[in-house]
């Protein structure tokens, strides 16, 4: 048996058990995908639905026509449903006439493969209602009907969903293979991988799109530069940032993700562990700033930066959280 015609980098375990599942004729009619963001859900999911459709005999091959187009996202039979994000600043919800689409088109033959694929992403984002109808399907799937959900917050799913879905939990990727990974498939320097391979934490769908995406690569430039001015701000101006910074919910986890980077970055330094930075393009900056804080102060703010995300997670309100986590930052040292 070989594994090696999945498109998948990593995630070993998980192919293996989907690829068994399918030679076998056993693979469920609701799976759901879970693990942080950009770890490779939507990768993996893509893949299985190819699978599911390909006409070879080791599948997916990658190369007939269920996979082509399955792969370029126009299959007729594979349909991929998301949250309508096209509303600027603000996190699209998942709604009940999507699913509504769903079922309709669940309910109709296949067009031209043996069976039909949705891929829900990211389902945390549907609202109750939407849940609900989902919910409906999962309990009564039509025959020949796929449903392939992923989730970064399976916390935040309605547990009657779980429940009917066997679940995979995708794990961060070791370094070294996210490293790799982008400098065999995706062309990248040995040393620019080295730092988007720290960085990523196991994502390769991150570190991807940060090598092939500048405008993501500024950001993230951009945002560290403003968390090291924040301890040097007024009361007023920091408030300001965090109003700000409240009003773009798609920002807010990215931007406390850096900052934490940052800070344990600055703690590593203090503590002489230079070899351990995510951060490796700012280390000498990092140094520079190491000397101006307590680290007794760092080692706090960290606890209260890593709470953060799961604050937000239970619907903490934002701005009042952004509020704390700038006025508590580490006090520069005049020194
Ligand atoms: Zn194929």
Known sequence: MSLSTWPIYGHHWAVDLLDRGLRAGRLPHALLLAGPAQIGKRTL???????????????????????RLTAQGVHPDVRLVAADDSERGREGVLKIDQIRAVQREASLAPMEAPRKVFILRELERANLPAANALLKTLEEPPAQVVLLLTSARPHALLPTIISRCQVLNLRSLPRQQVADALIAHWGASSERADLLARLADGRLG?????????????????????????????????LAYADELSRSPAALLPTLTLWASWWRDLLLMQQGCAAWLRNVDLADELAREASRFDPGQVSAYLARLHAAPTQINQNANARLLLETLVLHMPAVSSA
Not at 54 to 62: F, I, L, S, V, Y
Request: proline share 4%; aromatic share 4%.
């Open 45 to 67: 999911a893509t893949a299985l639905a190819a699978a599911l459709i390909c006409t070879a005999e080791q599948k997916p091959c990658g190369h007939c026509r269920a996979c």
């Open 206 to 238: 991150w570190a991807v799109q940060r090598l092939t995406d500048s405008q993501a690569w500024e950001e993230r430039s951009r945002r560290l530069a403003e968390a090291r001015e924040l301890p040097r701000q007024s009361r007023l101006q920091r």
